[in-house]
Nanobody, 115 residues
Framework: DVQLQASGGGLVQTGGSLRLSCTASGIIFSINGMGWYRQAPGKGREFVAATTWSGRITYYAESVKGRFNISRANAKNTVYLQMNSLKPEDTAVYYC????????WGQGTQVTVSS
């Protein structure tokens, strides 16, 4: 079975930082692009960041550019999202997903930023 296990969410104050992790099993991680999405209460799921299989090319939503950084460790089957300078509007459930062999999503991890 394919599993994407996201972790690292929590409660943080405005301006704080969190690092999310997503560890994959059941897929050949190193040939898949990986990405993060988020869904705030009452809103649709939106793209946050993505990286190619090598990690050399990254993409970001305009709203997080300069504050978030996506990276990956293929030897650990893990993709990370370093989130800095967090704002209340970053509050959401964050999901990881793969791009490539199949279409899989993690279970989500809650990030809450207090003002």
């Amino acid at each position: 079975d394919v599993q994407l296990q996201a972790s690292g969410g929590g409660l943080v104050q405005t301006g704080g930082s969190l690092r999310l992790s997503c560890t994959a099993s059941g897929i050949i991680f190193s040939i898949n692009g990986m990405g993060w999405y988020r869904q705030a209460p009452g809103k649709g799921r939106e793209f946050v960041a993505a990286t190619t299989w090598s990690g050399r090319i990254t993409y970001y939503a305009e709203s997080v550019k300069g504050r978030f950084n996506i990276s990956r460790a293929n030897a650990k089957n893990t993709v990370y999202l370093q989130m800095n300078s967090l704002k209340p509007e970053d509050t959401a459930v964050y999901y990881c997903r793969n791009f490539g062999t199949g279409n899989y999503w993690g279970q989500g991890t809650q990030v809450t930023v207090s003002s």
